[in-house]
């Protein structure tokens, strides 16, 4: 995980990298520092805690002079998060210095080499040893700094993405990736690197995203050189135009990053079936998905890997496909499933859902489908991500840039995809009557109209978060459609209130969870319209009887749920199988609320990181 930004050109590097490391804190934000050189000095000042702690020692530490620099934001693997451990790290001359992103695995042999050769070590970080490996190199071979970073990175085993600059060469960054992101921003005159692109998109809009095993020389008014690490194969980079705007990615007014995605769903939503929905002419078209339908049609079985709440969203799916396209799926944790020797053939579509495009287990697991000869297909929201590189084919969601460390409009409009794949299917299928297919499409069009008419009942919903805030306990619950529902409203509770939240399917609850119902515990029931209606209404009954309290979430209009049930939250009437887009709502928004009251820091809650590129 951790984030890196680096400059080089003609302004002041130190506001730039600055902005760029708060932009990238999503990624995490136990430590953060900087290293700034004028061509004499290095400046560098780093610290344990977030980007604004950076700020206010830079003020009283270091001058902020030199049109080049880098900077580092650090979710800590090796080395609990202190000052020390913070990045950059120098090497043991003092000339170089660097910051990673990612795990080195063999540091320690590596270390313990070095240590044999004079080396010391301040901090425990694996980066500290990767810099003096550089170093080493150099100086025994004799070598420039980016031939020495090559011989260097051919000994490493594990994952990066770094930048480094030498004392000596006052006018060049090198950078190299392998398994963790790297964009490099071209500029006029300047260069940009980030784990991302928005730490450069009011500079620039052409960025060339490194791949794997790729390496590149940044030298200030040239060309960049991008080589393969492995065989020094000069390589021509491919320069993407970005799509991203600034206004995407500041919170335009509202409190918190969460709350801002929360409320954009019913816009991002539209934006992830614009122009590949026409509902008046019954077509769905995903250009991703339109040579590759076969693969879809003839497969023995769809498995879906993904992680937290892109599970989630596959486990909608599960319900979808089948019902719909009546395809066997599988949904597997990627964790899980690329460690436990799974059984994949070539009958079998993989679909990887992802967010970040960079989550570590998920790209293994697509890695492995392949290897095992599988077609694989990416839902992801990042755009030039890793895993939409790894996969054959795919569909962008077009969330736009996604802050909050919850996912919320991930998970929207990852179901958005998932929901047009199954209705494709499900028509070249034959598998429902064309006039369903038009009802369903119709239906998928309004979506957007009635989460916005969901997130009215925001102002409700904060007075019931008032009335819980105090509990430590809560479950959650749901059937058929709604049951990845009660899964992803007690993850977003847990994840950011700290709150201890479980969430169940209905029916299950008297098979054990039913004895930690009394008074104490509040039970959120998803209870809209559905073929499990008075099931679910049973349940309620059951949950009622043993003194819990019920807050429902049910379909605007309900008599029978209001009657029972202590608190109720509306949303609109939608089709069962469309409901999670509507249900999810209220759910994110009691969670957000509760997080507020309890002071919780919202936008990045503790031990998480946006995207875990780490296993
Ligand atoms: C929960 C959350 C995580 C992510 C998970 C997968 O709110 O954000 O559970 O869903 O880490 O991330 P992606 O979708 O980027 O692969």
Not at 136 to 162: F, M, R, S, T
Not at 546 to 568: C, H, L
């Amino acid at each position: 995980m951790c984030g890196i930004v680096g400059y080089i050109g003609n302004r002041d590097a130190y506001p730039i990298i600055l902005n760029g490391l708060k932009r990238l804190e999503y990624r995490g934000y136990d430590s953060a520092g900087i290293a700034l050189y004028d061509g004499t000095n290095i400046q560098l000042c780093k610290t344990k805690g977030k980007v604004s702690d950076l700020e206010k020692r830079v003020k009283k530490e270091i001058d902020t002079k030199g049109s080049l620099g880098i900077g580092h934001t650090r979710w800590a693997t090796h080395g609990v998060p202190n000052d020390v451990n913070s990045h950059p790290q120098y090497s043991n001359s003092g000339n170089l210095v660097l910051i990673h992103n990612g795990i080195i695995e063999n540091y320690a042999t590596i270390k313990e080499e070095l240590l044999k050769r004079g080396y010391t070590f301040s901090s425990e970080t694996d980066t500290e040893v990767l810099v003096n490996l550089i170093e080493d190199v150099k100086k025994n071979e004799n070598v420039k700094l980016g031939k020495a970073v090559q011989i260097a990175l051919n000994q490493v085993v594990g994952a990066y993405a770094i930048a480094l600059f030498d004392k000596n060469k006052p006018d060049e960054i090198v950078v190299a990736k392998l398994g963790s992101p790297l964009a490099i921003g071209i500029g006029d005159d300047e260069f940009f690197v980030a784990s991302d692109a928005s730490p450069f998109i009011e500079f620039t809009n052409n960025a060339i995203y490194l791949e794997d095993e790729e390496m590149a020389i940044i030298r200030k008014g040239r060309e960049i050189n991008v080589r393969k690490i492995k065989d020094d194969r000069s390589v021509d980079p491919y320069v993407q135009e970005l799509e991203m705007n600034l206004e995407q990615i500041e919170k335009g007014g509202y409190e918190h990053f969460m709350l801002k995605e929360i409320f954009e769903q019913p816009s991002v939503i539209k934006d992830t079936y614009r122009g590949r929905l026409l509902a008046n002419k019954g077509i769905i078209k995903l250009g991703g998905l339109e040579n590759y339908i076969k693969k879809f049609t003839n497969a023995d079985r769809i498995i879906i890997v993904a992680c937290g709440t892109s599970w989630h969203a596959g486990l909608v799916a599960e319900y979808i496909f089948e019902d719909w396209a009546r395809i066997p799926v599988e949904v597997e944790y990627a964790s899980e499933f690329r460690y436990r020797n799974p059984i994949i053939t070539e009958k079998d579509v993989v679909i990887a859902i992802s967010q970040s495009g960079e989550t570590a287990d998920t790209l293994a697991a697509v890695k492995l489908a392949k290897e095992k000869g599988a077609f694989v297909y990416g839902i992801c929201n990042v755009v030039g991500s890793t895993i939409p590189r790894e996969t054959h084919s795919g569909t962008y969601t077009h969330a736009g840039p996604e802050i909050g460390v919850a996912s919320t409009k991930a998970f929207t409009t990852q179901i958005t995809v998932l929901t047009m794949i199954a209705l494709k299917l499900a028509k070249i299928k034959g598998t429902i009557p064309y006039s369903d297919y038009m009802q369903h499409l119709r239906e998928l069009e309004l979506i957007p109209s009635k989460v916005e008419e969901a997130l009215k009942a925001n102002h409700k919903i904060e007075e019931i978060a008032e009335i819980f805030k105090g509990v430590n306990n809560f479950l959650y619950l749901g059937r058929g459609y709604n049951f990845p529902v009660a899964l992803e409203g007690a993850l977003k509770l847990k994840e950011i209130s700290y709150i201890h939240a479980e969430g169940y399917p209905a029916a299950e609850m008297k098979h054990g969870p039913i004895a930690l119902i009394d008074e104490h515990m509040p039970v959120v029931v998803i209870a809209v319209n559905s073929n499990h209606y008075d099931k679910v209404v049973s349940n309620i009954q059951e949950i009622k009887s043993r003194k819990g309290v019920i807050i429902a979430v049910v379909t605007k209009g309900d008599t029978v749920v209001k009657e029972i049930a202590d608190y109720i939250m509306e949303v609109p009437n939608t089709e069962e199988a469309l409901s999670p887009l509507v249900t999810t709502i209220p759910l994110q928004l009691l969670s957000y609320h509760i997080a507020v009251m309890l002071n919780r820091n919202v936008d990045q809650p503790r031990n998480l990181a946006k995207s875990v590129t780490v296993e």
